[in-house]
């Protein structure tokens, strides 16, 4: 059972173009979503979370998209770099415990100069 | 200085050998955690140890079995190892209970599995 869907699989963008990663999500005892930035041979690396009081919520060129209703969120980064090339995956997690997240299937971004 | 390191960083070994992955986090948090890689890149938490406790034992064969001899060390012995456990295994911690960044999952490199 997938918790947590993620979309596309891959995502090939011309440098300073946006790039949109789109998640769902199905438990709604979830009330913490980050976003995690994996480069190759490295570990995930925390990008941006949102928790759902909020809809929205940007930090530099990265800003993510909270519907509640819909049970989605979205990952927009603007003016994508090819250093932006990387895996990113959103997940979601409930409660204090942060860090049990259930992760998406993961998106791979190219950034093409 | 490498907040959390693990090691080895490479480990290809013959099917039903143990095998042992150690990792160190020097960020004083009190939660650490095991997570696995597949060969489709998805992550699955295996376990978490709050202050040497294990608090999140996920689905996991009993063959994998983690020990934490104090906060800032979590360590995964692998018994028997199979086909299927080839993997990246990734250690990362945390602060526990904030809000926004806090909370906040620290990643080391992984630790790539490969079984023979």
């Known amino acids: 059972q997938q918790q947590v869907k993620q979309s596309p699989q891959s995502l090939i963008v011309q440098k300073g173009g946006i790039s949109i990663i789109n998640c769902a999500y199905e438990n709604t005892a979830f009330d913490y979503f980050p976003w995690y930035q994996q480069f190759p041979g490295k570990g995930p690396a925390l990008l941006i979370a949102i928790r759902p009081d909020v809809s929205e919520k940007k930090e530099g060129r990265f800003t993510i998209s909270f519907n509640k209703s819909a049970k989605q969120f979205s990952l927009h980064i603007m003016d994508s770099q090819p250093g932006d090339s990387a895996t990113y995956f959103c997940?979601?997690?409930?409660?204090?415990?942060?860090?049990?997240?259930?992760f998406g299937q993961g998106t791979t971004l190219q950034v093409k100069p | 200085d490498t907040a959390v390191s693990q090691t080895p960083k490479y480990l290809v070994t013959q099917m039903g050998n143990d095998k042992s992955i150690k990792c160190e986090q020097n960020?004083?948090?009190?939660?650490m955690y095991w997570y696995k890689q597949d060969s489709k890149k998805f992550l699955k938490i295996m376990f978490s140890y709050n202050n040497k406790e294990l608090i999140i034992n996920e689905t996991v064969p009993n063959r994998f079995s983690p020990k934490s001899p104090d906060k800032a060390h979590l360590n995964l012995h692998i018994n028997s190892l199979e086909l299927g456990d080839s993997a990246v295994y990734f250690c990362a911690s945390s602060q526990e209970g904030g809000q926004g960044r806090t909370g906040e999952l620290f990643f080391g490199e992984g630790s790539r599995l490969t079984v023979l």
């Open positions: 960020l004083g948090h009190d939660t």
């Open positions: 997940a979601a997690s409930k409660g204090s415990n942060t860090g049990k997240l259930i």
